[in-house]
């Protein structure tokens, strides 16, 4: 198939060079309506905002621009079905996890996960069974699930309906998702992967290997995290014998909205071709710009590089740890003040993502690491102490109240010091990455409230927890 085509965003531009006069919507008619004042880039954008018009295809029942890029997709990806995502890798998560299982049905999941996993499974009302991931003592932060974590997991519950792992992690970690995958098959266990920051791992070594080439079920990857694409744009991969496909176009069709964005499928279509036409030259620039870049970050003594376990992991990421009085946070907001902004910060470690560059495109990197050692110049060397995550001796665990138990529960908050050993009524989660510290359901330890007290001091931000800046966590009463 020839991956220079670009069908859906071709079809785009052809309809806007008709000057096409608007009786449709949406309201701002191509741009023409709206206060944009003397800054006309956002009016720009909105030339391209269409609808479902004649030669535009629809995403719900594609057949020709849209159908034509969804193939041109699959074809890349060597899957059986690919498809567009307007709401994100959050709606292909639900639409994966609903497709497999029902009412308290037996789940195997990845305890770090993204919190968009643990909403469907409590739309579902499924059984969750976490799975306590691997420790990075020298990151401080946690992987990927060890394959005897989910042989010990499989033999406890065989009835499983599927394995719900995340692969990289947010940091670009990865492990044996290969022998998990063979695990699972054996008991006919499809196997769900949020892959949101690995679309570009089909491009081969330096990067490891995608878990659509592992041999997963299903693969959800956020394009607009490494590929050109536009925030929120992601992909869907179907590659199953084990899985109703009829299902997952279903529950796409009910958790997607109706009226989808074409610019952000527009830049699905592209991104799909830049990956396509992505060659060995290319990979080779890649990697010499970001070692040389690497090597510029090296030589500043109140940073560490961090490098992956067994040199695994993914090059478009690079975490730096804090070996200076500042925390992540506080180095995270410093590079801000010079106009350089992180992806994430934790109370140690700062994470750039960088660019799929081509060969010959520039990017300021010299400059980013000039700016570090202008914060940093002043800074002494001073080595971190501490466990940010604790490792739980309980490798496979459930909740302590199931979501259909707690529709019937009243909840009251409490200081954190009376909050030990209650259940948690509300789901924290530190953001970004997005990966819960407490599950709602969840029995509070005394490990997690440490964490949480750290995390808040260090500076970190939260979504849920509505009560915790004055000091009180939402429990069950029961």
């Not at 952000?264 to 060995?280: E, T």
């Not at 994430?344 to 010959?360: F, H, S």
């Not at 980013?368 to 501490?386: M, R, S, W």
């Not at 909740?399 to 019937?408: Q, T, V």
Request: aromatic share 8%; with cysteine; glycine share 6%.
């Amino acid at each position: 198939m020839e991956q220079q085509k670009k069908p859906l965003y071709q079809a785009l531009m052809e309809h806007k060079k008709k000057g096409p006069i608007s009786f449709h919507v949406p309201g701002h008619k191509y741009g023409q309506i709206g206060d944009f004042g003397l800054d006309s880039s956002f009016e720009s954008i909105l030339t391209i905002d269409v609808t479902e018009l004649t030669g535009l295809d629809d995403l719900h029942s594609p057949e020709e621009a849209i159908l034509e890029a969804e193939l041109l997709l699959a074809n890349l990806y060597q899957v059986k079905n690919s498809f567009f995502l307007v709401n994100g890798s959050t709606v292909g998560n639900i639409a994966m996890i609903m497709a497999v299982c029902s009412e308290d049905d037996v789940v195997l999941v990845q305890r770090n996960c993204h919190k968009s996993v643990l909403n469907a499974l409590q739309l579902a009302k499924a059984r969750p069974i976490f799975l306590e991931p691997e420790y990075h003592p020298d990151w401080k932060v946690a992987g990927g699930v060890q394959p005897e974590t989910v042989a010990k997991a499989i033999e406890q519950y065989p009835m499983a309906k599927a394995i719900i792992l995340t692969y990289p992690n947010y940091y670009g970690m990865v492990y044996d998702l290969k022998e998990i995958i063979d695990q699972a098959h054996l008991q006919n266990i499809p196997v769900l992967v949020d892959e949101a920051h690995g679309a570009h791992f089909i491009l081969g070594n330096p990067f490891p290997a995608s878990a659509i080439q592992l041999g997963a079920d299903i693969v959800v990857q956020s394009a607009h995290k490494t590929l050109p694409a536009m925030t929120m744009g992601s992909y869907l991969h179907f590659n199953s014998d084990l899985i109703n496909l009829n299902k997952v176009k279903e529950y796409l069709g009910i958790f997607q909205s109706s009226s989808p964005s074409y610019p952000i499928m527009a830049s699905l279509d592209l991104a799909r071709s830049y990956l396509a036409r992505y060659g060995s030259n290319d990979l080779c620039y890649l990697h010499e710009r970001t070692n040389h870049f690497k090597e510029q970050l090296a030589e500043i003594p109140t940073i560490k590089v961090l490098e992956y376990p067994n040199n695994q992991g993914d090059l478009l990421k690079i975490t730096i740890q804090s070996k200076s009085e500042m925390n992540g946070f506080e180095l995270q907001k410093r590079l801000e003040g010079l106009g350089i902004y992180t992806e994430l910060a934790d109370p140690y470690n700062i994470l750039l993502i960088l660019p799929l560059l081509k060969e010959g495109q520039p990017y300021p990197f010299t400059e980013t690491a000039d700016k570090l050692k202008q914060i940093l110049q002043h800074f002494t060397y001073q080595d971190k102490v501490g466990k940010l995550y604790m490792e739980q001796t309980e490798k496979v665990s459930g909740l302590a109240i199931g979501y259909k138990e707690m529709d019937h529960l009243f909840v009251k908050d409490v200081p954190f010091i009376q909050a030990h050993h209650h259940v948690c009524a509300e789901t924290i989660i530190p953001y970004p990455p997005g990966i819960p510290l407490l599950l709602k359901g969840e029995r509070i330890t005394s490990e997690k409230l440490e964490r949480l007290q750290h995390l808040i001091m260090t500076g970190a931000r939260f979504q849920g927890g509505s009560h915790l800046k004055e000091g009180y966590i939402t429990i069950f009463q029961t």
